[in-house]
């Protein structure tokens, strides 16, 4: 990506249940100029509570959450203006609350967490980029020590590893990471392992190192991050170290929210909910170690998630309770970060998908 080209964020946003004839708009569509770091409000769509969106492998579709009580999943076409969208449709997500989406590495499926009813559900996509009916729906069981939040399952993301042969499943609410395989023909989803993780840790969000040896986990009820190893043919993830993910911590608690991984496999940064921060790690020997490597504030309140642009010199962090996603400069020597000041004002940002 060249500093002089323009890039598109749809940004998803909560409601606040508002619904289709409330103000502001669920995905929110913006430009960005990075040498400038001018936006330009350029468009959207009034979903409710669309929270999280996922761009397909072609870039020619979007598909976002309405994380409600019956939630549902929607596919939009981007047109050539890729400010415009067009609403193909939308499905009940088979569960309560979705927060996450995923396609498989061919674009045949969408894959969706659902918070609330701790459910994974799998959707055709079809050749026109609408969606299919449900072709499966897994219902995870069991329940956490921290009775709050975990008194049953609680599915917070799900996603393919780097070689698409396993889908991955975090659940905060059971303090495991399922693995699964997906039948590209049928749809459907085969257990190969539940990974039990600390007791208590919560576990929210992760990212994979390239190599698809290791993986980095947020932990959102125990504050901390998780280098992990992973092996694809069983699906069996290892708890190599755990760091801090906000560390001397003594006045407020803190929720780590989102992760992401520079492009070039070499910084690892974590967004702080109650720290308002965002800390950077420096990944080490080859993957397998994470090195404390800074720590930002990120410029507003309650950092829900972090997007880099494709080159990894832009960081956005949506700051959910402060109404802007703030816009970081990255050092791409020492993975730095440095606030630059530009922000892009809507309401309730919890999402950032870019398209360069």
Known sequence: MAE??????FIGCYT???GQDGPGHGVTVARFTPDTLAFEAVGGEAVPNASYSVLAPSGGLLFAVREEAEGQVTAFAIGGDPARLRQLGSRPSGGGEPCHLSTDPAGRYLLTANYGSGSLAVHPILPDGSLGELTDLVTHTGCGPETARQAGPHAHMVLPDPTG???????????SVYAYTLDAEAGRLTLLARNRLRPGSGPRHLVFHPSAEFAYLANELDDSVSVLS?????GILKELASHPAAPNLETVRNYPGGIVLSPDARHLYVSNRGDDSITAFAVLDGGARLQPAGRWACGGTWPRHLALTPDGRVLFCANQRSAA???????PADGSLSATGAAFTVDQPAHVAVLG
């Open 325 to 331: 996603v703030a816009v970081f400069r990255v050092d």
């Open 230 to 234: 992973y092996d694809r043919g069983s």
């Open 16 to 18: 606040g249940g508002r």
């Open 165 to 175: 042969e396993s889908v991955l499943a975090v659940d905060l609410g059971t303090d």
């Open 4 to 9: 002089t080209d323009t890039l598109t964020l």
